[in-house]
């Protein structure tokens, strides 16, 4: 089967320091994909690359057949290639609702409406504070709409980068079942989580960093059943 996201012997990193070291990692169409690994594994810097905001030295990024390596990360979106970032970035002196329509400026404008209606059904609060500033709202309201807003453009994958940091474990929890949801839906996700249960017990296939260097790649039940990869790479 074809990989709807193919990364084949990627590296790069910053200036001189390079942080990946020729990683491989594929995402296939409707699956969600666990990106795990210890703080400076380089699964930020792996999400920045296939992204088009750091730079590949080698190696390749193929989206849906496309070869995207180092193109501009307005071409990567449009693609349908979409990421939510880890600290949320939100603009916090707008509005719930601009911020929401921001995410649908360089891919899917023309259904701005219609996407706006669907992301208020998947998050009801965020329908009720249309038109609230982002900076105001609580944490997990601040994730709700970072989702959202990735949601606006129609992603064919979206990428998740710890998406429950800082989360009560109640929103954890709700955080986890909306996964789970749009996965039911038929979206890819590449989730980069430091919750390693949580994140096994959704994911079809997972991937494990070490400095750089992809150690493990295969499904949760293969992961879970080596007492050395779970004690070495997940602290388990």
């Known amino acids: 089967m074809t990989a709807l996201l193919d990364v084949t012997n990627l590296r ?23 990106l795990l ?3 400076g594994a380089g699964k930020t810097t792996l999400n920045a690359i296939v992204c088009g905001l750091v730079p590949a030295s080698t190696g390749h990024v193929i989206f849906d057949g496309a070869d995207l390596t180092n193109h501009h990360y307005r071409d990567i979106v449009k693609a349908g290639l979409i990421q939510v970032p880890e600290g949320r970035r939100i603009f916090p002196n707008l509005s719930v609702r601009e911020n929401l329509e921001l995410g649908a400026f360089a891919r899917a404008r023309g ?6 209606e669907r992301v208020f059904a998947i998050f009801p609060r965020l329908a009720e504070r249309t038109a609230q500033k982002a900076g105001t709202m609580s944490g997990g309201e601040q994730q709700m709409l970072a989702i ?43 989730l980069v989580e430091q ?5 096994l017990a959704i994911a079809q296939r997972a991937v ?4 750089g260097s ?19 790479y997940l602290g388990l």
């Open 12 to 34: 790069g990193g910053y200036g001189r320091v390079e942080v990946l070291h020729g990683v491989d990692l594929q995402v296939h169409t409707g699956e969600i994909v666990a």
């Open 37 to 39: 690994g210890s703080n």
């Open 111 to 116: 259904r701005r409406s219609a996407n706006l």
């Open 148 to 190: 959202g807003r990735g949601l606006m453009a129609e992603p064919r994958l979206l990428i998740l980068d710890e998406p429950s940091l800082g989360l009560s474990p109640l929103l954890v929890d709700e955080l986890f079942a909306l996964i789970q949801r749009l996965h039911a839906d038929g979206l890819a996700v590449l």
């Open 195 to 199: 919750n390693v249960g949580q994140s």
């Open 208 to 211: 494990v960093l070490e400095n």
């Open 214 to 232: 992809a150690r493990f790649a295969g499904t949760p039940a293969e992961l879970l059943a080596s007492s050395e990869l779970k004690r070495a």
